[in-house]
């Protein structure tokens, strides 16, 4: 059976239309129950354990490894931000001044600055395919230039599986095809649709795949997490935390140093990973999500929206053609003439939520929005186009 509103999960108030998810999630009460919980715990510090440092975070990597169907969960790092993620990636990659790095137009700033330091510190290229300047079939249009940027001196490919602005769907599977034929890194940042849009790792193979956690992954702010594949393996973390180290469990012989790291990604775990209350809640969250499931988030999100997004397109409004796109967040063009200031002060005064990227609207939302939001969204389009 597909999934109905989970609303009466969270504790958005009722006259509130929150379309942002894209830039914060709101909680859900299993998850606000294992923070406050956590939070108690810390008068208690004498019945903290040893295995309280290790098991529940090697139980909620191994969550995120089902989540995105990684067979492994030594392959997850827990880490606090993209950037800290994208930076051990970084870290790990050294460059010819031939070499390109490619990345698509206007990606999230912690998926653009490392690599921009990365090519100017070795002299090499960053190669940034833009958006196609047509609304016809952009997205195919957009994919297919990714594709045929990579050649011979691709070292590196670096981009979301969604644009985070606007919301177009990059084709994973073929850009990793041609990244294989050419021995090129596939990055992603999955931090705009793991969760809400069905993800493989044994599918589609990357590099690296990095999240933010707090947005549809519904951990609180500061959690994020990684995937490193094999290239990794026995590379050069940006920090040497002691947890990371094999036999770290054993606290009586911590200054018996040793030299070997944990397997695979455990080297690029963020020190302190075992965060109790961050654990916990990021734990409560990815259980829920693995009951719901991010293709029924998807098809949830396509039922409540694609006729709205009929209505908008015919108000004058551009949105990605549906299979260049996600449903649980998409751009809006708003046409030419709207008075895009005005727009903002309606959406204030019916305290609706979106973001604004310039002409654009970025529409994102979850198991919890209703047709009652879009209306509201939709009739204040329409007045400002009417004004
Ligand atoms: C695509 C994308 N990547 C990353 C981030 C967050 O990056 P960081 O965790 O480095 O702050 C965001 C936040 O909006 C995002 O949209």
Same mark, same amino acid.
């Given at each position: 059976?597909?999934?109905?509103?989970?609303?009466?999960?969270?504790?958005?108030?009722?006259?509130?239309?929150?379309?942002?998810?894209?830039?914060?999630?709101?909680?859900?009460?299993? /998850? %606000?129950?294992?923070?406050?919980?956590?939070?108690?715990?810390?008068?208690?510090?004498?019945?903290?354990?040893?295995?309280?440092?290790?098991?529940? /975070?090697?139980?909620?990597?191994?969550?995120?490894? $089902?989540?995105?169907?990684?067979? +492994?969960?030594?392959?997850?790092?827990?880490?606090?931000?993209?950037?800290?993620?994208?930076?051990?990636?970084?870290?790990?990659?050294?460059? &010819?001044?031939?070499?390109?790095?490619?990345?698509?137009?206007?990606?999230?700033?912690? +998926? #653009?600055?490392?690599?921009? &330091?990365?090519?100017?510190?070795?002299?090499?290229?960053?190669?940034?395919?833009?958006?196609?300047?047509?609304?016809?079939?952009?997205?195919?249009?957009?994919?297919? $230039?990714?594709?045929?940027?990579?050649?011979?001196?691709?070292?590196?490919?670096?981009?979301?599986?969604?644009?985070?602005?606007?919301?177009?769907? !990059?084709?994973?599977?073929?850009?990793? %095809?041609?990244?294989?034929?050419?021995?090129?890194? *596939?990055?992603?940042?999955?931090?705009?649709?793991?969760?809400?849009?069905?993800?493989?790792?044994?599918?589609?193979?990357?590099?690296?795949?990095?999240?933010?956690?707090?947005?549809?992954?519904?951990?609180?702010?500061?959690?994020?997490?990684?995937?490193?594949?094999?290239?990794?393996?026995?590379?050069?973390?940006?920090? %040497?935390?002691? *947890?990371?180290? &094999?036999?770290?469990?054993?606290?009586?012989?911590?200054?018996?140093?040793?030299? $070997? #790291?944990?397997?695979?990604?455990?080297?690029?775990?963020?020190?302190?990973?075992?965060? !109790?209350?961050?654990?916990?809640?990021?734990?409560?969250?990815?259980?829920?999500?693995?009951?719901?499931?991010?293709?029924?988030?998807?098809?949830?999100?396509?039922?409540?929206?694609?006729? #709205?997004?009929?209505?908008?397109?015919?108000?004058?409004?551009?949105?990605?053609?549906?299979?260049?796109?996600?449903?649980?967040? !998409?751009?809006?063009?708003?046409? $030419?003439?709207?008075?895009? %200031?005005?727009?903002?002060?309606?959406?204030?005064?019916?305290?609706?939520?979106?973001?604004?990227?310039? +002409? #654009?609207?970025?529409?994102?939302?979850?198991?919890?929005?209703?047709?009652?939001?879009?209306?509201?969204?939709?009739?204040?389009?329409?007045? /400002?186009? +009417?004004?």
């Amino acid at each position: 059976m597909s999934l109905q509103n989970q609303k009466h999960l969270f504790k958005i108030p009722e006259d509130i239309t929150y379309l942002n998810i894209a830039s914060l999630s709101p909680s859900f009460h299993s /998850v %606000e129950k294992a923070g406050i919980d956590a939070v108690l715990k810390k008068n208690t510090p004498h019945l903290t354990k040893v295995v309280d440092f290790y098991n529940p /975070v090697i139980e909620l990597r191994k969550l995120f490894a $089902e989540l995105i169907d990684a067979n +492994n969960h030594e392959r997850i790092a827990t880490i606090p931000s993209v950037s800290y993620g994208m930076a051990n990636v970084a870290n790990n990659i050294s460059l &010819k001044s031939t070499d390109e790095v490619i990345i698509v137009d206007e990606q999230f700033p912690s +998926n #653009y600055y490392v690599w921009k &330091k990365l090519v100017d510190l070795y002299g090499a290229n960053l190669k940034v395919i833009k958006a196609p300047d047509t609304k016809i079939h952009r997205g195919k249009l957009w994919n297919e $230039e990714i594709l045929n940027a990579i050649n011979k001196n691709t070292a590196l490919v670096a981009m979301g599986n969604v644009h985070w602005s606007n919301g177009t769907l !990059f084709d994973l599977k073929a850009i990793r %095809e041609k990244t294989n034929l050419h021995n090129s890194l *596939l990055i992603i940042d999955g931090s705009q649709s793991i969760g809400a849009f069905p993800f493989s790792i044994k599918e589609i193979q990357p590099d690296a795949l990095i999240c933010a956690g707090y947005k549809w992954l519904f951990g609180p702010y500061g959690s994020a997490f990684a995937y490193y594949g094999p290239y990794f393996d026995h590379g050069n973390p940006i920090e %040497e935390n002691w *947890l990371n180290r &094999k036999n770290s469990e054993d606290f009586t012989r911590l200054t018996k140093y040793e030299s $070997e #790291y944990k397997p695979m990604a455990n080297r690029y775990s963020v020190g302190e990973s075992g965060s !109790f209350i961050y654990v916990q809640m990021r734990m409560a969250a990815l259980k829920q999500l693995l009951v719901w499931k991010p293709s029924q988030i998807q098809e949830y999100c396509k039922q409540l929206t694609q006729p #709205y997004a009929k209505t908008l397109r015919k108000l004058g409004c551009y949105i990605e053609d549906d299979e260049y796109r996600t449903h649980h967040m !998409f751009g809006v063009e708003l046409p $030419e003439q709207v008075n895009i %200031e005005l727009l903002k002060q309606k959406f204030s005064e019916q305290n609706i939520y979106v973001s604004f990227r310039g +002409n #654009y609207l970025r529409l994102s939302c979850h198991l919890y929005n209703t047709k009652n939001d879009f209306d509201k969204l939709v009739l204040c389009i329409e007045s /400002v186009l +009417n004004s």
